[in-house]
């Protein structure tokens, strides 16, 4: 149903699937695609490269750069800061270890220092 949401079938990555399909459960548009890269949304950033714009609030979307693939390789939802530091998340096509290529959707904490970019997609 994730996939099916971005137009693909089975054995592509899902994560942005999953974010673009959860604002479509909730009637929020987004320009949001198949690529993780379509959850970064410039024009209102919360947080960017280590520097917090905004305080991000439960819904705003996180992305984490890969330098391996030299580009946004994974996206899903920033939950809650934990400490200042860390943050919740709950994401699509991950595991338990935290892979960018995983099997379910999961409860993860992530380290703000590690993520890319956080964007406010409801509201300013």
């Not at 099916?4 to 079938?9: E, N, R």
């Not at 709950?90 to 703000?112: D, H, I, L, P």
Request: with cysteine; charged share 20%; proline share 3%.
């Amino acid at each position: 149903m994730y996939l099916k949401s971005v137009k693909l079938g089975k054995g592509f990555p899902w994560c942005a699937a999953f974010v673009k399909w959860c604002f479509d459960q909730c009637g929020v548009k987004t320009t949001i695609n198949a690529m993780a890269l379509s959850a970064h949304r410039k024009d209102n950033l919360v947080y960017y490269k280590g520097s917090k714009i905004k305080t991000p609030l439960p819904g705003d979307v996180f992305t984490l750069y890969y330098p391996n693939l030299g580009r946004i390789g994974h996206t899903g939802f920033f939950d809650k800061d934990v400490n200042g530091t860390i943050y919740r998340s709950v994401e699509g096509n991950t595991n338990g270890a935290g892979s960018r290529e995983g099997n379910g959707v999961y409860v993860k904490y992530r380290s703000y220092k590690a993520t890319y970019s956080i964007s406010r997609w409801i509201g300013k």
